[in-house]
């Protein structure tokens, strides 16, 4: 299986009507569907499809034709997401329209089209799963765990301030195993906590 790296878009143009497609990290899925529609406020449709683990290890998907006709759209879309065997992801293609009726062929044809050309200029990485630990070290030792993390290239970072600093991190198990081995001495970061399917 596979995901993406950093979201990216495409801009398809056909009979007028423009569709910009943007392929998002589902993390981040909700947040830019929101800005998008703002920033695309005179636009006729926002179709979206998603693929997703949830914490059962179960594949979840949805899709919507935001307006457009039943099946033309959203399915379409999810079936390029299927077809590349991509996990975590989510696609919205905004359409404009252009004043000329492309049909119900033309649609599934421009939906699918445009997801697979916004792929084509896509970063795509292995799926590796993450998982998510949590620990407390103190305010002393933070600049410390800052750097390991820097150093084993741990960026899924949050920290919370209280008695002490409270670490939020996720990473694949291997990282956080040699991040541990290297902050015995300071934090202790379980083993596992819980994986990052559920978001």
């Known amino acids: 299986m596979y995901t993406l790296a950093k979201e990216t878009a495409y801009t398809h143009e056909i009979k007028r009507s423009k569709f910009i497609t943007h392929i998002i990290p589902f ?14 406020s005179k636009a ?12 059962y290890d179960q594949i ?30 989510a696609a919205v293609t905004i359409r404009y ?7 119900t062929g033309g649609l599934v044809r421009a939906y699918g089209d445009a997801l697979n050309f916004a792929l084509e200029n896509a970063e795509i990485v292995a799926y590796v799963k993450e998982e998510r630990v949590s620990f407390d070290v103190d305010y002393e030792d933070m600049r410390v765990v800052e750097y390991k993390l820097e150093k084993f290239g741990i960026h899924k970072v949050r920290k919370e301030f209280d008695a002490r600093v409270h670490f939020v991190i996720e990473a694949p198990k291997e990282l956080l195993l040699a991040l541990s081995s290297s902050l015995d001495r300071v934090a202790h970061i379980p083993h596992r906590q819980e994986d990052t399917k559920s978001e």
């Open 27 to 40: 993390e981040r899925f909700k947040e830019r569907l929101e800005e998008l529609q703002s920033l695309h």
């Open 44 to 55: 006729r449709h926002f179709v979206t499809a998603s693929r997703y683990y949830n914490i």
């Open 60 to 89: 979840v998907e949805s899709f919507s034709d935001d307006g457009e006709p039943k099946g033309t759209a959203g399915k379409p879309s999810l079936h390029v997401l299927q077809g590349h065997d991509l996990i975590n992801v």
């Open 97 to 103: 329209f252009g004043g000329i009726k492309l049909g």
